[in-house]
């Protein structure tokens, strides 16, 4: 008798029993196969995807910032007579509170580095997040040893979220401009930035100045399915009426044959 095929198994039960408790999350959602690993063993687990796995290829890599992450201040679900509020409540969410009222409880594992992997023999794609242990010194290993293209990728994220890539061969900012203060994309960075830059013609050369303008917050605009239109549409003829309607065009005479 011909040998029982071997029972097959999803992509993520194959990652589990590689990795084990290595992978402290291993997910499948809309096709999408996302793994989350600790820093400690971001190595081993990038080097066996890449020589194992044949996930040959590094797409991206980026970082983010998961302060605020699931809270909302935007009010777009009451409503009155006068319409729904395009206000906020000024409550929870960056991006409406001075420095000194920034958000300061204890934030779980705030800063993540995620990486977006292609296997081109075996048409597979995988995301990995590792967190990073530390709010106020995130860092993670660096990638370049295993994949050398995330070299720019990881110096964009630590220009822009100030995650350092332990093992870097140069780890320099690579976006803002030098002696730039700060890390614009983390959610505590103001929205007006910390200073102005103007090239000051007496000096002739490019000065640094404290912000003039007052911060502000930009409020979305939801928009909605507005009964006014939803009538018009209604009432609104269909194509074939609306063809039969319209206007026959102007007949031009030919013109006269000359003798």
């Not at 204890?106 to 977006?116: G, T």
């Not at 780890?171 to 929205?191: A, E, I, M, N």
């Not at 000096?203 to 640094?208: A, E, I, P, S």
């Amino acid at each position: 008798m011909p040998a029982m095929p071997e029972p097959t198994t999803s992509f993520p039960e194959r990652l589990a029993a590689r990795f084990g408790d290595r992978l402290a999350r291993a997910t499948d959602a809309l096709g999408q196969v996302a793994i989350d690993v600790a820093p400690e063993h971001l190595l081993e687990v990038a080097r066996a995807l890449r020589d194992e796995f044949k996930f040959e290829v590094l797409i991206d890599l980026c970082g983010i910032d998961y302060l605020g992450y699931g809270e909302d201040e935007w009010d777009t679900k009451d409503v009155s007579s006068e319409g729904f509020s395009r206000g906020v409540e000024g409550e929870g969410g960056p991006g409406r509170f001075a420095w000194g009222d920034r958000p300061k409880r204890a934030m779980v594992r705030r800063f993540a580095s995620v990486v977006h992997l292609l296997s081109v023999a075996n048409n597979e794609r995988i995301r990995i997040r590792s967190f990073c242990a530390d709010d106020f010194a995130p860092t993670v290993p660096t990638l370049v040893e295993v994949w050398s293209a995330s070299n720019w990728f990881e110096r964009e994220a630590f220009d822009l979220f100030g995650i350092v890539y332990d093992g870097h061969p140069d780890l320099r900012r690579l976006l803002t401009d030098y002696g730039f203060v700060g890390h614009p994309f983390r959610k505590d960075f103001p929205l007006i930035g910390n200073v102005e830059v103007r090239y000051d013609a007496e000096k002739g050369r490019v000065v640094y100045e404290p912000v003039s303008i007052e911060p502000r917050v930009l409020v979305p605009r939801t928009l909605r399915d507005d009964s006014r239109y939803l009538q018009a549409k209604a009432e609104r003829p269909p194509p074939q009426a609306r063809a039969d309607q319209s206007p026959s065009p102007a007949r031009v005479a030919p013109p006269a044959k000359t003798p």
